[in-house]
Structures are given as C-alpha cells and as structure tokens.
Nanobody
Framework: QVQLVESGGGSVQAGDSLRLSCAAS????????MGWFRQAPGKEREFVAR????????SYRDFVKGRFTISRDNAKNTVSLQMNSLKPEDTAVYYC??????????WGQGTQVTVSS
C-alpha cells in the first residue's frame, strides 16, 4: 500500500503563486509515476500534470502549461507542483496520485486551493 499526504494549499489572489507538495510512504518502489489532479465544485476530477518516477518525464494539461511545474525528489519520496500566475478558474481541491502498473491506484486526501479575483 502507498500513503500520500498533500500540503501547501491555501487562499491567494489572482496572479499569485502556490507550491503544493505530496509525500509518499509505504510501498513506494511500485510507483512508476506521480500525478496531480484537481476537482472544482460541481465538476469531475481532471488531470493536471504527471511526472515519471525514474526518468522524470513530465506531461501537462494545456490549461496549466507555462504556469505550473511538476517536480520530484526521489530521495525524499516527494512530488511538488509549483503553480504560478494562478487564476480564479484554478480554484479546486488538488489531489496527488501514485501510478502503479499504469493505473492511478493511490490517492491523497486533497488540499484546497482558492484563487480570488
């Protein structure tokens, strides 16, 4: 089993930055990638970004490209999401997830990000 704990959410103004972190513990040797997802009120959960655990290859949704950066620290088993130039539409609960054998099987509890205009 893999346990994930997010931190770093909060309330900011449009244009501000936030950095989310996710600490993984447990059977982390099974992880092949880590992803960030978000869910806004009344909407489905959506993919934001992911990074492979070994090579560090990244992938982003178009709506965050150029503004968000995902990174990982394998030694500390952490993944971070640096979010710059935040917009009100970025308001959501952000979740980190661990991908094992091609499926996001483990999820954190989520952290709230609120961006006001």
């Amino acid at each position: 089993q893999v346990q994930l704990v997010e931190s770093g959410g909060g309330s900011v103004q449009a244009g501000d930055s936030l950095r989310l972190s996710c600490a993984a513990s447990g059977r982390t040797f099974n992880i092949d990638a880590m992803g960030w997802f978000r869910q806004a009120p009344g909407k489905e959960r959506e993919f934001v970004a992911r990074i492979t655990w070994s090579g560090g290859a990244t992938s982003y949704r178009d709506f965050v490209k150029g503004r968000f950066t995902i990174s990982r620290d394998n030694a500390k088993n952490t993944v971070s999401l640096q979010m710059n130039s935040l917009k009100p539409e970025d308001t959501a609960v952000y979740y980190c997830a661990a991908r094992v054998a091609g499926a996001y099987a483990h999820w954190g509890q989520g952290t709230q990000v609120t961006v006001s205009s």
